[in-house]
């Protein structure tokens, strides 16, 4: 069973910097892609990024582009995603997830595990 835990949310003031990890239990991390999501209350999910196995090729949301950067650690079972620059439009639940297969796509319907979701709350 996969399971994979977000850490590194809070509370930070617009302009500010914070990094989200993503820990994934089991031996096939590599094997797939991985994405970043967030909610905020009243909205659907939306896509953030999305990183390759290798981590050789990713994909942003327009809305973050040049903001975050989304990597990876395979040795360590580890995704992440560098937030620079937030906005309070930027508060949400962010959930990390595994893609079912190698793909970047920016539907949900595509992963198939995702985190419990940690919340970032930007002040303006």
């Known amino acids: 069973q996969v399971q994979l835990v977000e850490s590194g949310g809070g509370l930070v003031q617009a302009g500010g910097s914070l990094r989200l990890s993503c820990a994934a239990s089991?031996?096939?991390?590599?094997?797939?892609?991985m994405g970043w999501f967030r909610q905020a209350p009243g909205k659907e999910r939306e896509f953030v990024a999305a990183?390759?196995?290798?981590?050789?090729?990713?994909n942003y949301a327009d809305s973050v582009k040049g903001r975050f950067t989304i990597s990876r650690d395979n040795a360590k079972n580890t995704v992440y995603l560098q937030m620079r620059s937030l906005k309070p439009e930027d508060t949400a639940v962010y959930y990390c997830?595994?893609?079912?297969?190698?793909?970047?796509?920016?539907?949900?319907?595509?992963?198939?595990?995702w985190g419990q979701g940690t919340q970032v709350t930007v002040s303006s």
């Open positions: 997830a595994r893609h079912w297969s190698t793909g970047l796509g920016a539907t949900p319907h595509e992963y198939s595990y």
């Open positions: 089991g031996r096939t991390f590599s094997n797939y892609a």
């Open positions: 990183i390759s196995w290798s981590g050789g090729t990713t």
